[in-house]
């Protein structure tokens, strides 16, 4: 079934923009807010654009301590992800006993679950607003509902909106997330995300390079393409494939692209194409493979079996020889045997990723693998994760060694964490600190690896 797609009409955010002036209008408004945001890079750039709506009130931001209102953009992936932002967000119970006037929003997947906001309401008086992701650009009516009327609840479902023209107060200087699809329809049997998204859409490729050029012009450098499945950018509206699109923006000028996140099922061979061409994109996928047995793939509903996966990722090498690849793989999956367990360990072997995020199975309420049989016994998840995260230390290791004598095109961030170097992200996504001055932040230069440490590289600028 094809879901109707509803894309927002100019005039629902002309009336956001209204609401945003009848809040600056308000005496005793608040002055400043505080963002709180957990999850992926698709939660950092909605916080951005909650950013853009709050300053279109009026407000600025400030620390946790002083701020008049304090949002929170949650995460549901995993319980340990809910259960860090509730913690926090209970911690803001003694904060507002001492400032009764600071106001308290929680939005974000974990606000979207069923029922959730409702719970959280009731049980927190503290709490006194919620919404969910598909009303993200209605802030400014929340804002305002609750400074006149009181505690506020906006969730609607499903959330198909397409919304363009948002305000953006945008945190990456010379780098930029762009938004080019929305919601996922794979639903893998372990994962919230489909449920608290909604239905894939993707966003016209017209809007997306005209985005890409004000970026440019306003300096941007680096550009990563977000969506739950990039793969499948497009295959709803039938006009452009994600390789085209990929195949613009070069056009366009945009020095770097990069994307998350990839699903190994939709990777094309136009896509694998576009690697061996397009050399604005950077050397380095991100391919959660999440499992080395086809049979544990096949419960997780994957659709793609370790064969196709190690052929795509032989194609990829063979089309960019200097491309990184790093995954996401879950152990302790419902029924995941030790052979099972053991086929992971061989795929990683295989593989030999830059790196990888491994996690321990979290059972989600309302998630087909929820009902599975066969959950895996705490300690065994324990000693599996943690054979697993040994061995691919040992290779990300080896595979930094591998590049000490070779020379990186690094994208300068600024300084290091300890201040007296600066540090970038080559492009395979990997960081880079050396010595330099603050005037290269910003600019993309050729950097002589020279030692790895820990899990970054050490290098100096070329021809010095
Ligand atoms: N759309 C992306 C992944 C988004 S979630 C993709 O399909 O690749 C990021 C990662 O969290 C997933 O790749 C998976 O490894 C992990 N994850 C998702 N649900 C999980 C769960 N219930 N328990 C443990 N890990 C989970
Ligand atoms: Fe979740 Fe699977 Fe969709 Fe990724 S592709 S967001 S893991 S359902
Ligand atoms: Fe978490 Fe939602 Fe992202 S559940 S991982 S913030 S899409």
Redesign the pocket.
């Known amino acids: 079934m094809k879901e109707e797609i509803l894309i927002l009409p100019p005039e629902e955010l002309k009336r956001q923009k209204g609401f945003a002036k009848k809040v600056r209008a308000l005496i005793n408004r608040p002055q400043s807010y505080h963002l709180v945001t957990y999850g ?1 890079q698709m939660n950092v750039h909605d916080s951005e654009n909650l950013a853009g709506m709050f300053e279109a009130m009026g407000m600025r931001e400030k620390d946790k301590k002083e701020a008049d209102v304090i949002l929170f953009n949650t995460c549901a ?2 319980e340990n992800a809910e259960r860090k932002a509730l913690g926090n967000i209970i911690w803001l119970n003694q904060l507002k006993k001492q400032r009764p006037e600071l106001l308290v929003g929680v939005c974000g997947c974990m606000a979207q679950q069923e029922g959730m906001a409702q719970k959280m309401l009731k049980q927190y008086s503290f709490i006194d607003f919620a919404f969910g992701t598909g009303n993200l650009y209605q802030l400014p009516k929340i804002m305002y509902h609750t400074l006149t009327g009181g505690r506020c609840i906006e969730i609607d479902c499903p959330q198909s909106t397409l919304v363009e023209g948002m305000p953006i107060h945008r945190q990456g200087g010379h780098k930029a997330y762009v938004n080019i699809m929305y919601g ?1 329809n ?1 639903f ?1 049997t ?4 489909p449920y608290v998204r909604g239905r894939e859409r993707s966003r016209k490729a017209d809007d997306i390079f005209r985005q890409a050029e004000g970026l440019l012009k306003e300096g941007v450098k680096e550009i990563t393409l977000l969506g ?2 990039v793969n499948s950018y497009g295959l709803d509206r039938g006009e452009q494939d994600f390789a085209g699109l990929l195949s613009g923006l070069e056009k366009i000028g945009v020095p770097r692209i990069r994307f998350m ?3 190994p099922k939709d990777l094309s061979h136009r896509l694998i194409e576009e690697f061996a061409r397009n050399k604005a994109l950077c050397p380095h996928m ?1 391919l ?1 493979v ?1 499992s080395g047995s086809n049979a544990i793939l096949q419960a997780m509903n994957r659709r793609y079996t370790v064969e196709t996966y190690l052929e795509k990722a032989r194609l990829l090498r063979e089309a960019r020889p200097d491309i990184g690849l790093t995954t ?3 152990v302790a999956f419902p029924g995941e045997t030790d052979k099972d367990f053991n086929d992971t360990l061989e795929l990683v072997k295989i593989m030999r990723y830059d790196s990888a ?1 491994t ?6 309420a309302g ?1 087909a ?1 929820e009902k599975l049989p066969g959950r895996i016994d705490k300690e065994v998840a324990s000693e599996r994760i943690q054979k697993l995260i040994d061995l691919q230390e040992k290779i990300t290791q080896e595979r930094l060694q591998s590049l000490v004598g070779s020379v990186q095109d690094v994208l300068v961030d600024g300084p290091s964490a300890r201040g007296k170097a600066l540090t970038g992200k080559s492009g395979r996504n990997i960081s880079v600190n050396f010595a330099g001055d603050k005037t290269f932040v910003g600019t993309v230069q050729e950097i002589e690896i020279t030692a790895t440490a820990s899990n970054t590289l050490r290098g100096k600028m070329k021809g010095r």
């Open positions: 992926c992936i995993r996922c794979n893998c372990y994962c919230v995300v739950q499945n996140t990839s699903h991100h959660p999440q996401d793989i879950i995020f996690f321990i199975y979290s059972p989600r998630t693998a």
